[in-house]
């Protein structure tokens, strides 16, 4: 019987012992300040000779209380540890923390998010000895990003390799619309990513998720909590204004999510932006239930252009523009025809306004187009809005469409979430056909934009509604390359090089030029070709013809050795690819997103050498992509002393599933390897 209840105690201890432990593995009790030895050595498999930096937990959480305003108030809380493992890891002491503010009203604390509580150490470990440098109150710097946001950015001291950084702090916010996102995947890799929203049953919110990690723990439990309410200016008929004390009874969803070993974002070659993929959640405020049927917050597109067309840093200023009607008689002739007058506004506006920067869709924080145009500076928004109005005022139709750039990230396919816009341009519509227009770049011409704008959805913010796609499907870089080579004196081969080049291609050359000069970019590409090439008498034509592709001519010189029994000779005269777009043999993540579909041509007629014949040469190709998607052709011909290469790259497609990766891979290598073979000629005795 003793021996029973003995193995019955075991048992219960044993059984104990394993609560604890699956307890333990779902939760992480990390508390600020509380660093032991072994956190200076934590082990991971995400950890290794690469590794600069890594999370050891990133805690946070959300929740609602009542407030002295009559309303609910955000309460958000963080606290986040990382080791520092080398040197290049030494920016993840570097923190910004951003606050959002009400149009700009930032001055008056119940206009912005307050941050408190903030704490923060350095620890490093000598001899077995922590020491500790805490965050100094007065490192702490603000800056206004743009109207809707600040910035609190600080820096941790004494840090070095081996060192253990953390911090933690509350941010109060009154805009219930602005529920916290969190990122559970950053530039360092993460041991443990927890965030936990509790969500009263009065308000309601959509979720939207996004990664490829999954959720450890993904769990929603309920509670129940009262809310206190002062409404300071409650109207009693006795006593007028006085505070008010209410209190509602709830229920509240606890929403967890957490990921444990969190791998790095990982870069990868053609993409948009990774940020389309890390793994993250984000919140969009839905409806109001206090009332039955609930209140809906969730703004239609209809709803939101109305009151972007009525916002003093967007619209009003468009409806307040008359004073633009005697600077446009200025510059243009009223009674030229329409597509005429808008290429004339819209030169004026491209050569005579300096882009300054891009802070998203609306005009610099106390800008006016009048100032604006005084001025002759302005962002890529306030140049563009200025565009608009000038068109309009021309009797010109005009309207303004947001983006988000590629590098941005793509919108949201329903909701009208406008943080996730960050670009301006402009529409026109004449006699019937429709122009986009960007005026912020001085190399671009007339309905032509900037490939970072290629994106997908964008929306016209007009009585229309309308949505327009920007497709990098849609774009295509049109270029061709032909070469003529004729027998010369001594073992030379001399001719022509001429290259039209593709929409990009031209923006980039254009630009490189203005920060440079043509000497020098024809003494780089000179270093790009091989030592048996020399290029003579360069030259480009339509330079300052922003609406034409750049023409790029010179004299080609390719040098062989005569004495030589065998001559090889590539026939791409130095155009081959050198280099596979898709050469990484990792797993591919993330779908491939190139920013338009290439289509190139390269021409090349040249002479055989005097006194050599074709031994052997390349065997002409064709290589298609399945669905027509992409073709390779690789044409080579003999004709009498002449040989004639046609090679042909056509994709017709930008996008493609991450699936479809290997498969780009070993069309492209195909594609080098062919490029890189040779003709070989004989001597003839």
């Known amino acids: 019987m003793l021996l029973k209840k003995k193995n019955y105690v075991l048992l219960l201890a044993f059984n104990c012992l394993i609560i ?69 890891g030494f920016d993840a002491a570097d923190v910004s923390i951003v606050l959002y503010t009400d149009n700009g009203y930032y001055q008056d604390d119940k206009n912005k998010e307050i941050l408190l509580d903030l704490k923060g150490a350095t620890y490093n470990i000598t001899d077995g000895k922590i020491s500790v440098t805490k965050l100094d109150a007065g490192s702490v710097f603000e800056t206004r990003i743009d109207k809707n946001r600040l910035e609190k950015k600080f820096t941790f001291s004494s840090v070095k390799t081996g060192s253990i950084i953390e911090y933690s702090y509350t941010i109060k916010s009154d805009f219930i619309f602005n529920l916290q996102p969190w990122y559970f995947q950053g530039k360092y890799p993460c041991l443990w990513s927890e965030y936990t929203v509790n969500i009263p049953d009065f308000f309601a919110y959509i979720f939207l998720s996004k990664g490829y990690n999954p959720f450890f723990i993904n769990e929603k439990k309920t509670k129940s909590a009262v809310f206190q309410i002062q409404d300071p200016n409650y109207k009693n ?69 109305k009151e972007l067309l009525g916002y003093k840093d967007f619209g009003q200023q468009l409806d307040e523009s008359g004073w633009l009607v005697s600077e446009n008689n200025k510059i243009v002739d009223s009674d030229l025809p329409g597509l005429d007058k808008a290429k004339i506004i819209f ?66 396919p329903v909701y009208p979430i406008l943080q996730r816009y960050n670009y301006t341009i402009c529409r026109t519509v004449i006699n019937g ?45 049109v270029s061709t390359k032909m070469i003529f080579l004729s027998k010369a004196n001594g073992n030379n081969l001399s001719g022509t090089f001429i290259s ?106 040249m002479e055989i050498p005097g006194g050599y014949k074709i031994e052997e040469v390349p065997k002409s190709t064709r290589l298609k992509l399945e669905n027509e998607d992409g073709v390779f052709e690789y044409i080579i011909q003999q004709n009498e002393n002449r040989l004639q290469l046609r090679c042909m790259l056509k994709i017709n497609r930008a996008i493609y599933d991450a699936e479809d990766y290997n498969t780009l891979r070993n069309f492209y290598s195909y594609l080098i390897n062919k490029e890189s073979e040779q003709i070989v000629l004989k001597k003839v005795n």
């Not at 290794?48 to 959480?61: E, Q, R």
């Not at 791998?263 to 990868?268: F, T």
């Not at 793994?279 to 039955?292: E, G, P, V, W």
């Open 20 to 88: 604890l432990s699956l307890k333990a593995q779902h939760t992480n009790n990390i508390k600020f300040g509380k660093i032991n030895a072994d956190d200076f050595s934590t082990g991971s498999t995400l950890v290794d000779s690469n590794t600069n930096a890594v999370v050891i937990a990133d805690i946070g959480s959300s929740e609602f209380e009542g407030n002295n305003r009559g309303w609910f108030t955000l309460v958000y809380k963080r606290i986040r540890r990382i080791r520092i493992i080398s040197q290049k």
């Open 237 to 305: 008929s006795s006593y007028g204004s006085v505070p008010q004390l209410y209190t509602i009874n709830s229920f509240i969803a606890v929403n967890r999510w957490v990921i444990k070993d969190v791998p790095a974002v990982r870069e990868e070659t053609m993409i948009s932006t990774t940020q389309n993929y890390i793994s993250k959640i984000q919140f969009q405020l839905a409806q109001y239930r206090f009332t039955d049927p609930p209140e809906n917050k969730l703004n239609t597109w209809l709803t939101v252009n």
């Open 347 to 412: 030169s004026f506006v491209r050569d005579n306004f300096a882009n300054t920067n891009n802070n998203g869709i609306f005009l610099t924080a106390d800008a006016t187009l009048r100032n604006i145009y005084k001025s002759k500076k302005g962002s890529v928004s306030d140049i563009n809005l200025l565009l608009i109005a000038m068109l309009k005022n021309a009797g010109i139709k005009a309207d303004p469409v947001i983006l988000s750039t590629r590098d941005h990230g793509v919108v949201h």
């Open 433 to 477: 056909t429709t122009y986009y227009l960007d005026a912020s770049n001085h190399f671009l011409g007339f309905n032509k934009l900037p490939d970072n704008c290629f994106n997908g959805i964008a929306r016209v913010i007009s009585d229309d509604t309308a949505v327009v796609q920007l497709s990098s499907d849609s774009l295509k870089e």
């Open 500 to 605: 039209t080049l593709g929409d990009n291609a031209s923006l980039n050359l254009r630009e490189k030029i203005a920060n440079e000069n043509q000497e020098t970019f024809f003494k780089e590409l000179q270093k790009e070709y091989p030592s048996d090439i020399l290029i003579q008498n360069c030259t480009i034509d339509s330079l300052n013809k922003y609406e034409h592709p750049l023409s790029i001519k010179y004299k080609m010189v390719y040098s062989y050795n005569s004495n030589d029994s065998l001559v090889y000779i590539n026939p791409m005269f130095g155009q081959e690819l050198k280099e596979n777009p898709f050469k990484s043999e990792l797993q591919r993540l993330y779908p491939v997103e190139m920013p338009y579909c290439p289509n190139q041509l390269l021409i090349v007629d």
